[in-house]
């Protein structure tokens, strides 16, 4: 069987001509006293290196990841009737990793991750439109500096599990999981 990164780039390839969001991902994380909680987020690379997204670090999954680095992703392409689960520990991309990714934003998502305080209460719209003029006005020529509150994670998978759908539940399901070698070992699991 393939290695699992290169097994998640053809099935990535396939998802990306078939659905419109093939980079969403379900990310799950816990809080301090142990309750998940579970949010879509997009995936911006992936390789042997593993997997990454970002987001605004005072968020609560920012907060959590904080707490607890052990997360599980989980990708759903309907169309292709697949699903990828994944599980391992994520840490903070580098600082020069992530100015180079929020460089290449829209210039409107850039003035928006400093407006947002994700996650937060908000008093009602108008709230948060005042703070997108705020930062406009602030930002309006030249370039848009990468919040410090604003970064990059990315998960080092110790399991990936790959699921395809099959006639009356007699469905694939192919675990990777990672050795104390370093190596993967391949499972293959009941439906």
């Keep these: 069987m393939q290695d699992p990164f290169d097994r998640f780039k053809d099935w990535f390839e396939d998802a990306q001509k078939a659905e419109d969001m093939a980079d969403a991902m379900s990310i799950a994380t816990v809080d301090e006293q142990g309750r998940p909680s579970v949010r879509m987020v997009l995936l911006k690379d992936h390789g042997p290196e593993g997997f990454t997204f970002y987001t605004n670090l005072q968020s609560r999954k920012g ?5 607890n680095n052990n997360m599980a992703f989980c990708f759903h392409w309907k169309s292709l009737a697949r699903q990828v689960r994944i599980e391992g520990e994520v840490n903070a991309v580098s600082d020069q990793e992530a100015d ?6 829209p210039k409107d998502s850039q003035i928006g991750a400093w ?13 948060f439109e005042a703070r997108i003029l ?4 602030k930002f309006n020529l030249g370039d848009v500096p990468r919040p410090p509150f604003w970064s ?12 395809q759908d099959r006639k009356f539940r007699l469905h ?3 675990v990777y999981n990672k050795n104390d070698q370093g190596n993967w070992d391949i499972e293959t699991l009941y439906p």
């Design 115 to 127: 407006a947002s305080k994700q996650s937060q209460p908000m008093e009602g719209r108008f709230e």
């Design 152 to 163: 990059g994670f990315r998960m080092t998978p110790r399991k990936i599990e790959f699921w």
């Design 100 to 105: 180079a990714y929020f460089a290449s934003r």
């Design 63 to 67: 907060l959590d990841i904080k707490n």
């Design 134 to 137: 705020k930062y406009t006005a």
């Design 172 to 174: 694939d399901r192919h």
